[in-house]
């Protein structure tokens, strides 16, 4: 429901907020007052295309802001598609600035969209019938899934879509099995080809990095030998003079002959034993590094180069590294094993698929017949609305085609009318424009209030070319369709303006050589004021006010009591 909307500087609104209530809003006002700018702001945060020329004269930027709360689950559903969610309040703002050179930017809580991706979340927010816009309806491509929401058929579209998916899933193993005969024995000519040339090579994971740090050990082979050879001379085994280790264990023994005179010597011998340990396992550690490079070294590092190069070779062609290889190759030994059995697989594969085709149709059957018994429902709740409307002679139908098996069935449907006696049905879209349109629209519209997932509703000028008794019933079927959510009028009708929850009056003055406009909320007395001037003209008279007057105290009258 749309909470609340702010605009700045857009046409001669210089700034404004409007906060809107639940149920059926209206806006009143002279003809130029600005209700037509109060449309195109809010089309501005349904994403719709703007004009720089709606920037105020004089201003570098328009801005309009819209708050919504009680988001439906379409729109949920929208929203978490592009990672946007309602704030901790479940409230949900959207901004844009419109730039006089054009430019555009859009907010949604605080993160930037796209005007495509605003203007498919705007059409779960707000629907809106007028002369010229009218949306989700209105589309062909719509109809199915209206109908399905009326008919209630959400457990069968889905099991049903289940076995289809399964079908064409089914289907597509059998397509790739099937193969001209050549090109099979080609594809398996190549299959067996890689294969051989993965398993010849014999990689193992990790083989790689290992023999590539052999290398780096293999060529530095000198300047590690120098080390060791040092090490082991200074600490371990030295020909020439005594190492460190052979110091240590002498001197280990003349601390043992020290023990009668000198109570720490032993703990001193035992000290210098342990070092002489360690010395000895440091050295070793350090001999181990030369592993097996004690032979051809040269040898060895051709060996290394020769493997790596084959590896290089096999990962440019199967994979960026050994276990992608490894699971390139089980891959093509799985489909040289399909390809080798693809005729007795064709046949398991095809017989499943004539299964599941055969359940998918009797389903889709089922559809058919929950959609062709809530049709007739709905052409009969549609012409009794528009009976209601006085629009007696219009009928609704529901067209049905039968078509090849689809993820929504066996038929495509098309909403059709006929709005004069002795007239072929027309397709909905190319029902006659204006207000009886919107009047078509509206008693379509009451029988989908609860079903579309759309709450808030805009009808622009619904009572273009009527009046009296047509404009009252109009009003009552708004009241009545804007209970459960949210509908918002602009009209020129008393009528249709008494039978509203909420009156907001739209008025345009001059402030400062400068136009703007105004939007005022009324109260019980202003709707009384703003219904006799629409009613009267000029020339207000008592009896006038009294008419404004039963006519707002008598809207309590609903759509369900009249019809």
Request: glycine share 6%.
């Amino acid at each position: 429901m749309l909470s609340s909307l702010h605009i700045e500087n857009l046409a001669v609104i210089k700034n404004l907020d409007i906060d809107f209530k639940h149920g059926f809003n209206v806006l009143t006002g002279e003809t130029g007052a600005g209700k037509s700018i109060l449309l195109d702001s809010i089309n501005m945060i349904l994403g719709s295309k703007t004009e720089k020329e709606l920037v105020r004269t004089g201003e570098e930027t328009a801005f309009v802001s819209a708050v919504f709360e009680n988001i439906s689950n379409t729109a949920l559903s929208k929203l978490s598609a592009i990672g946007v969610s309602p704030d901790e309040d479940g409230l949900l703002l959207i901004e844009r600035t419109l730039s006089c050179d054009g430019r555009s930017a859009i907010r949604v809580n605080s993160r930037t969209i796209t005007k495509s991706l605003l203007s498919d979340i705007g059409n779960a927010l707000i629907t809106i019938h007028g002369q010229n816009d009218n949306r989700a309806l209105l589309n062909h491509a719509n109809h199915l899934k209206f109908l399905d929401l009326f008919a209630d058929t959400s457990n069968e579209l889905s099991e049903y879509r289940k076995v289809y998916d399964d079908m064409n899933a089914t289907y597509e193993k059998i397509k790739e099995l099937i193969r001209d005969e050549s090109e099979k024995a080609r594809y398996t000519e190549i299959l067996k080809f890689q294969i051989s040339d993965i398993e010849n090579a014999k990689i193992k994971v990790g083989e790689e990095e290992k023999l590539t740090e052999q290398k780096k050990k293999i060529q530095s082979f000198e300047q590690i030998n120098k080390h060791i050879k040092f090490i082991n001379k200074a600490l371990y085994r030295n020909e020439k003079f005594p190492s460190a280790f052979e110091l240590m264990q002498k001197s280990s023994e003349h601390f043992d002959g020290l023990c009668d005179v000198m109570p720490q010597a032993a703990e001193f011998s035992e000290k210098l034993k342990n070092f002489s340990y360690e010395l000895e396992s440091m050295c070793e550690s350090a001999k181990a590094l030369l592993g097996d490079m004690d032979g051809d070294i040269g040898g060895m590092l051709d060996k290394i180069e020769s493997r790596l190069d084959l590896i290089g070779k096999i990962k440019r062609k199967y994979g960026s590294d050994e276990s992608e290889v490894l699971k390139y190759l089980a891959d093509k030994k799985e489909e040289l094993q399909k390809l080798e059995l693809s005729d007795e697989l064709i046949k398991q594969y095809t017989s499943d698929y004539n299964k599941l085709k055969n359940d998918a149709e009797k389903m889709a059957d089922v559809l058919y017949q929950k959609r062709k018994a809530a049709s007739d429902e709905l052409s009969r709740q549609i012409e009794s609305n528009l009976s209601f409307l006085d629009m007696s002679n219009v009928k609704f139908f529901v067209d049905f085609k039968k078509c090849e098996l689809s993820s929504d069935g066996a038929e495509k449907v098309e909403f059709y009318v006929q709005t004069n006696k002795g007239e072929a049905p027309r397709p909905l879209e190319k029902t006659a424009s204006g207000g009886e349109l919107s009047r078509i629209m509206l008693a379509v519209k009451n029988v989908f209030k609860d079903k579309d997932g759309t709450d808030t509703m805009i009808f622009d000028e619904i009572d273009s070319g009527v009046s009296g008794r047509n404009a009252e019933k109009i009003g009552i079927m708004l009241h009545d369709a804007a209970k459960g959510s949210q509908i918002i009028c602009v009209t020129h009708s008393a009528q249709i303006a008494s039978k509203a929850d909420c009156h907001f009056k739209i008025t345009k003055s001059s402030q400062n050589s400068r136009t703007e406009t105004k939007v005022e909320l009324l109260d019980y007395d202003g709707r009384i004021d703003e219904i006799s001037r629409i009613m009267g003209g000029i020339n207000i008279t008592e009896n006038i006010r009294k008419s404004a007057k039963e006519s707002l105290d008598n809207a309590d009258l609903n759509f369900n009591d009249k019809n």
